[in-house]
């Protein structure tokens, strides 16, 4: 897959009003860890990043399944239009760990945001070729 | 003697509802040569669009078998359907399967990133492309801001800018006034005459008819010539 086309998915994700939600809570919930840090304001806050995520995706639901379609008329494989919708949510994911790294940059919040970020730039890397 | 494009034998599609099996498609049989512009007639439910999308290869019939330039649709994984739809095939569905915040040039260039097709080699086909259809001046211009006959001529800039030797259109015309529709189906007919591509046009509308060199009525899933 070209990696224009990946490059196009993150802009797109991060051009849809579901990710101003995602910015929203991420500033709040950088507020939220420094003030009330505890393990539980962390465990609660993990829950309702993993509501937040759901719900930005759920907002952007036309958008998806526009994108989706539209990749899938031009031929694009099952597998490259399912790791457009990965690179779509991890777009979010990313901007989410960001903050709890800014709040809470513990070895394990560091390690996730890593992890997570090396693997979104080897997804695009990896999967950037060109058919042939 | 005519060139081939499309061979269906014998078609069945069939659909699951409340526990119960439906056929869609009964037994559909059809030929279709290069440069043919087919026309399927029928009203709405009849299986027009699952007879394109199988076509498209976007979906697969259940029995029988479809066989577009050679390629026996049947047979091919989905990765090769994936690859036949950057060649050979191009689909416009009637919402255009566009993507509405890129802008027109994104769209068009969308099939020749999936192909692998140079930047440089890119901007000359897009630029090619949208000239042919009259609609370079709005290549900056985001699809949302598009009027419906603006967009239709952009779903099928991006289906031309591959140069497929089967066009599929769905409903091309629902959405549009008789004189912008008529814009469209004269379009269908430049692009037939101009690159020998084969069209298959599927509406409800029986104005559409007078377009088309073969004409196929489609009723209760049963496909016939008229």
Partial sequence: MHYKILVKTVKYSVTRSGFSYVLLYAF?????????????????????????????ILSDKPSIAQMINAYN???????????????????????????????????????????????????????????? | MKDVVVIVKNMWKYYSYMGQRIAILKGINATLYRGDIACIYGP???????????????????????????????????????????TIVSYIPQDYGLIDDFTVYENVELPLLVSGVLEEERRVLILETLRYMGIADKMHTKVRYLSGGEKQRVAIARALVVTPSLLLADEPTANLDWENAKRVLELFTRINKDFKTTVVIV?????????????????DGILKEV
């Fill in chain 2, 44 to 86: 709405s439910g009849a299986g027009k669009t699952t007879f394109l999308k199988i076509l498209a290869g976007l979906e697969r019939p259940d029995v029988g078998e479809v066989i577009v330039e050679g390629y026996n649709l049947t047979l091919l994984d989905d990765d090769a359907l994936s690859m036949l739809r950057t």
């Fill in chain 1, 73 to 132: 008329i031009v031929g694009l494989r099952r597998k490259e239009v399912a790791l457009s919708f990965c690179i779509f949510t991890y777009t979010r994911i990313l901007v989410i760990s960001i903050a709890y790294l800014i709040a809470y940059p513990s070895p394990t919040t560091i390690s996730y945001f890593f992890i997570l970020s090396n693997v979104l730039v080897a997804l695009i890397f990896h999967f950037s070729f060109r058919r042939g």
């Fill in chain 1, 28 to 56: 709040s919930l950088v507020l939220y860890l420094i003030v009330c840090f505890s393990n539980v304001t962390l465990l609660v806050s993990l829950i309702l990043s993993v509501i937040m995520l759901y719900t930005s």
């Fill in chain 2, 203 to 219: 509406s409800h509308d029986a104005r559409v008819l007078e377009f088309a060199n073969r004409r196929f009525a489609l009723y």
